[in-house]
């Protein structure tokens, strides 16, 4: 069984930083890709970042030059941060780590395990 946990979200305002994390544990997922996805209020969910395996990274156009993702496996458990800088509104949403196999995709549909998600809300 795994366990993702999220933290880091908060109140901020336009042009902050802000760090989120995700601890994922429960079994080895050191050959795992990990995801980071959000989702507004009456919108979709959508793809933030992923990274792979491997290390190799892929972001959403909208985040792409602000957003960093990375991670550290520490025994049997991975730990994804998503650094977040010049947020803006439009970056207020409800942010959720997401784990599969391999590979990091942007469809939401191809993660197996989830995280209960932080909330980040950007003031203007």
């Known amino acids: 069984q795994v366990q993702l946990v999220e933290s880091g979200g908060g109140l901020v305002q336009a042009g902050d930083s802000l760090r989120l994390s995700c601890a994922a544990s429960g079994r080895t997922l050191s050959n795992g890709a990990m995801g980071w996805f959000r989702q507004a209020p009456g919108k979709d969910r959508e793809f933030v970042a992923g990274?792979?395996?491997?290390?190799?990274?892929?972001?959403a156009d909208s985040v792409e030059g602000r957003f960093t993702i990375s991670r550290d496996n520490v025994k049997n458990t991975v730990y994804v941060y998503l650094q977040m800088n010049s947020l803006k509104p439009e970056d207020t949403a409800n942010y959720s780590c997401?784990?599969?196999?391999?590979?990091?995709?942007?469809?939401?549909?191809?993660?197996?395990?989830w995280g209960q998600g932080t909330q980040v809300t950007v003031s203007s």
């Open positions: 997401a784990a599969r196999k391999w590979i990091a995709t942007q469809r939401s549909s191809d993660y197996e395990y």
């Open positions: 990274v792979s395996w491997n290390g190799g990274t892929t972001y």
